[in-house]
Nanobody, 126 residues
Framework: QVQLAESGGDSVQAGGSLRLSCAAS?????????VAWFLQAPGKGREGVAA????????WYHDSVKGRFTISQDAAKNMAYLEMTSLEPQDTGMYYC??????????????????WGRGTQVNVSS
């Protein structure tokens, strides 16, 4: 079992930056897992924005965030992060951290991940 807890959400103006954090605990270290961040915008489903699998050095991004968001892990702290820059109003929503075993496909699909945090809210105003 893995427990995840997100933090760092806030209200910012368009063009601003935020860093979201995901603290992992349980009987599997985060460095052994594939970790992703999902956005659930108001009235929409959860959409994967970034994923990372450190043992293979693999990182994936949704096209909408490429060049603006950066996903990373700190194995020593058992943490994952999402650095968000040049934020846009369409980035508004609840951000969830998710974790699961590595897969060769569907890294940004919600069904890939059995472990989820409760989310942290990001509001971007124009």
């Amino acid at each position: 079992q893995v427990q995840l807890a997100e933090s760092g959400g806030d209200s910012v103006q368009a063009g601003g930056s935020l860093r979201l954090s995901c603290a992992a605990s349980g009987n599997m270290p985060i460095r052994a897992l594939m970790v992703a961040w999902f956005l659930q915008a108001p009235g929409k489903g959860r959409e994967g924005v970034a994923a990372i699998y450190t043992p293979r050095g693999d990182i994936w991004y949704h096209d909408s965030v490429k060049g603006r968001f950066t996903i990373s892990q700190d194995a020593a702290k058992n943490m994952a992060y999402l650095e968000m820059t040049s934020l846009e109003p369409q980035d508004t929503g609840m951000y969830y951290c998710a974790a699961g075993r590595w897969t060769s496909v569907n890294q940004l699909h919600r069904d890939t991940y059995p472990y989820w945090g409760r989310g942290t809210q990001v509001n971007v105003s124009s």
